[in-house]
């Protein structure tokens, strides 16, 4: 059997579709350059065989970038360096391509914010100035005035400059302040659009200094990395180049450092085996929450968020609408970074997996090769975010008799405590304990420890006085609670 040369060497290297793998005029394209990674034990050998083809290496992810020899091509030389057994993996340094087209008076044509259901998540919470949200794009427009209120200092990964130290992050290519203001437009400002998150604070990472907005891979695995090392929860990315191997290793290396990485990515079918675990990856969808056509679908797509007649900040200080999935990962990304705002004691794999739990489903039950865990939902989001696997239930709230408080979904011999108000819902957070209350100025009623399955009971006096009150529970314990439970004293 014949096999395109080139073909074979994409499948030895990336073990997906072999064309996911082939450079794409517009889309991927070579650089002549590399990135490796050696293996654990390996790295003296790596370096003495590269010798001066290492043009940079980035120790917190084992990683070097490396020229590829005068004459050879870059899919060939990293096949040879795969096949000497002293590479993790060899992959092109590729030339990645933006995706998509890149009392707020616009605000009543956001669509995507009714389907997000982002007004009752409003309700609970629009301080979300807590959280860094970073976007490594083209730049951002710095006197938007959407935007400039939001920002903080940010990053040149192409020139290597942070912006305190002259690093240009001024919007290059326009598309960088179009899927920013997505995720953080200022909210309630009287002026354009506004974002999910109304007051996150806004990183730009400017990952490329080419004006048709290309970036090579490195440039924006840097510029991540930097994000994170520098305060951010949640970075933002909508590019080709999402399955290259070094995006995975550098979105494991933001999850020590408590972020995460979210990826909206183009028209290209995910369905190879090997996914991206450590990246969240974002499909497109419509009005109708049907896929768009021109988004991704497969394996490899974690959730989905609308990119369809999208509203968004302009280069210049102004507003547009357009379609493209780069408007989906942004949307994602202000959802996470809401999520954090609500509750900052949140890992970053606990706030990730809480998000695939408050997506709306659809297309076939649960995690699909179409629209992954669902369409994201801002407001179920923040109430999981305060919320977690205990459930609570009431029964008997009799003013002179005993009610009891069954409580399930707790760490076995963890220590539960029931809390009440008498004033209602918000946001209280709780750092000795590690959780974020769904109550207004919470008291502790009573606590029991959880049994071997998760699970205990208390039976408690109501005192006659109480009668026709209004209460609200919630069951707590370290970094977990139960959604709130409204009850009226009989």
Request: proline residues 5%; hydrophobic residues 45%; negative net charge.
């Amino acid at each position: 059997m014949y096999f395109h040369p080139l073909a074979l060497t994409a499948v030895l290297l990336c073990q997906e579709p072999a064309d996911s793998c082939l450079p794409q005029p517009g889309a991927l394209e070579l650089t002549g350059r590399l990135i490796v990674q050696p293996l654990p034990d390996a790295d003296a050998a790596a370096r003495a065989l590269l010798g001066e083809a290492i043009l940079e290496v980035a120790p917190e992810v084992r990683e070097m970038r490396v020229q590829v020899p005068a004459g050879r091509a870059d899919l060939e030389f990293a096949a040879e360096l795969a096949a000497t057994g002293l590479f993790a993996y060899a992959h092109p340094d590729w030339l990645c391509f933006p995706v998509g087209t890149p009392n707020d008076p616009l605000y009543v044509s956001q669509w995507h914010h009714v389907k997000m259901q982002s007004e009752a998540a409003w309700d609970w919470i629009t301080d979300t100035s807590s959280v860094i949200f970073a976007n490594t794009d083209t730049g951002v427009d710095l006197a938007h005035p959407d935007l400039a209120a939001s920002l903080v200092s940010g990053f040149n990964s192409a020139s290597d400059l942070e912006q305190s130290q002259g690093g240009l992050v001024n919007d290059i290519n326009g598309h960088g302040t179009a899927t920013a203001g997505c995720a953080a437009a200022i909210g309630n400002n009287g002026v354009g659009t506004a974002g999910v998150g109304w007051n996150m604070k806004l990183m730009p990472i400017r990952v490329t200094n080419n004006p048709n907005g290309s970036a090579a891979l490195w440039d924006i695995d840097q510029g991540a990395r930097w994000a994170a090392e520098n305060g951010a929860r949640v970075v933002s990315t909508s590019f080709t180049g999402v399955r290259a191997s070094s995006n995975d290793t550098t979105g494991a290396y933001l999850r020590t450092l408590g972020a995460l990485w979210v990826w909206g990515i183009d028209n290209s079918n995910m369905a190879y085996p090997a996914g991206q675990p450590n990246l969240t990856v974002v499909v497109g969808t419509d009005q109708n929450d049907l896929r768009w056509s021109s988004s991704s679908w497969g394996h490899l797509g974690d959730c989905s968020a609308p990119c369809v007649d999208i509203w968004y900040t302009t280069n210049g200080g102004g507003w547009g609408s357009g379609s493209g999935t780069s408007f989906a990962a942004p949307l994602v990304a202000g959802v996470l970074g809401t999520m954090f705002a609500a509750n900052p004691f949140l890992t970053a794999a606990d706030c990730e997996e809480r998000m695939f739990r408050a997506c709306d489903d659809l297309g076939a039950a649960g995690d699909d090769n179409v629209f992954g865990r669902g369409r994201v939902n801002l407001e179920r989001a923040v109430l999981e975010a305060i919320g977690g696997t205990l459930t609570l239930a009431v029964t008997n709230l009799v003013a002179g008799q005993t009610a009891t408080f069954d409580f399930t979904g707790a760490q076995p011999g963890a220590t539960v405590w029931i809390a009440y108000s008498t004033t209602g819902t918000g946001i209280t957070q709780v750092p000795q304990i590690s959780v974020s209350l769904a109550l207004a100025a919470p008291a502790p009623l009573a606590s029991q420890f959880a049994d071997a399955a998760g699970a205990g009971s208390l039976a408690l006096a109501v005192p006659a006085s109480v009668q026709g009150m209004a209460v609200w529970f919630q069951a707590v314990e370290t970094g977990n609670g139960s959604p709130f439970v409204a009850a009226v004293v009989q």
